[in-house]
């Protein structure tokens, strides 16, 4: 049974930063693209990040570049999303995806979901 488990939200003030996790079993995680999505109240679940499955290229939206990093460790089978410089705009539930042998930047070709976590940010 594959499962992605998140963590690491929580509230941060704007400006400040965040890091979270995101945990693979079940699944040959090697081969997965993994990425980052968010979902903000009354709004469409969008992309943020993304990782190949060799973590050699990687991937951000307009709107976290620069701010966002995404890394993964293939060993321990986990992929992590350092958020620097937070905006409040950034306030949104995180979900880690996975994309067989493929990008994982395609919301509607993520084949497994984790459940998310919630980041706040005020301002």
């Known amino acids: 049974q594959v499962q992605l488990v998140e963590s690491g939200g929580g509230l941060a003030q704007a400006g400040g930063s965040l890091r979270l996790s995101c945990s693979a079993s079940g699944l040959t995680f090697k081969i997965y693209g993994m990425g980052w999505f968010r979902q903000a109240p009354g709004k469409e679940r969008e992309f943020v990040s993304a990782s190949s499955w060799s973590g050699g290229r990687t991937a951000y939206s307009d709107s976290v570049k620069d701010r966002f990093t995404i890394a993964r460790d293939n060993e321990k089978e986990m992929v992590y999303l350092e958020m620097n410089n937070l905006k409040p705009e950034d306030t949104a539930v995180y979900y880690c995806?996975?994309?067989?042998?493929?990008?994982?930047?395609?919301?509607?070709?993520?084949?497994?979901w984790g459940k998310g976590t919630l980041v706040t940010v005020s301002s």
């Open positions: 995806g996975a994309e067989r042998a493929g990008p994982a930047v395609n919301v509607n070709q993520i084949k497994f």
